[in-house]
């Protein structure tokens, strides 16, 4: 499979990633320290280091609502 091929497979599943990323940052930016489980600075990294599972874990665990 050339890379012409795979580009209508991976510029979306980028495009989702790249969403994800951003919406959990700004979430996080904005939520106050005391509705985040842990430290806003372990978070931070665990989203963006993770690509998709972290903003999906930070989300599903991260959050306190």
Known sequence: MTLQEALPII???LVIQLILIVVALVDLIRREP???KGSKW???PVIIVLSILG???YFVAGRQD
Do not use: F, G, K, Q
Request: no cysteine; aromatic share 8%; proline share 17%.
């Open 11 to 13: 510029a979306p599943l």
């Open 34 to 36: 005391e509705r985040v």
């Open 42 to 44: 372990i978070w931070a």
């Open 55 to 57: 903003p999906i874990i």
